[in-house]
């Protein structure tokens, strides 16, 4: 619902210069046989997280999530598994003093992707590391409740 909401403000919801808030498009990657999940040790936030970021504009949220995983992981060979939004979420980002950034608030639209073959993934600089996980050492990992749920919500996709 507060999504929707902030839709029908008349912002422009879709850039980071909305600086209290804005849409995010996020990527959780399965390798091939949905066992595993890729994850990316973030630079800045020094977490292990899925795949994702800012719209820049763009209000075609599967897009932009396809687009940050290629940008942060160098991978394109990969499929959506299920139609449409896999999750959403609306959470905090703290202060950036790098960029002068005041903290926030990412309305994050997450898609799920399964690796169609198996190719090497390549680190970007917004990654320290990344790494190929199973379920149970991915939640050791998540760094939050969102990640937790997201996770639990790929075992689930991939068991039905």
């Not at 160098?74 to 003093?97: E, K, Q, S």
Request: aromatic share 10%; glycine share 4%.
């Amino acid at each position: 619902m507060a999504m929707v909401a902030f839709l029908q403000t008349g912002q422009d919801c879709f850039v980071r210069t909305t600086l209290w808030a804005h849409f995010t498009g996020s990527a959780l990657l399965i390798d091939h046989t949905g066992t595993r999940v890729l994850l990316n040790h973030h630079r800045a936030l020094d977490r292990w997280l899925h795949f994702g970021g800012h719209a820049d504009g763009d209000p075609d949220l599967f897009a932009v999530a396809q687009r940050e995983l290629a940008e942060e992981s160098g991978i394109t060979a990969c499929v959506p598994l299920i139609d449409g939004p896999f999750d959403i979420d609306i959470h905090p980002i703290p202060y950036n003093a790098k960029r002068n950034e005041p903290a926030h608030l990412h309305y994050d639209v997450r898609y799920l992707f399964r690796m169609t073959t198996d190719v090497p993934f390549a680190i970007s600089d917004e990654s320290i590391a990344m790494r190929w996980c199973r379920y149970e050492e991915a939640r050791t990992l998540a760094a939050s409740e969102t990640f937790t749920r997201m996770l639990d919500k790929w075992r689930a996709a991939v068991k039905a």
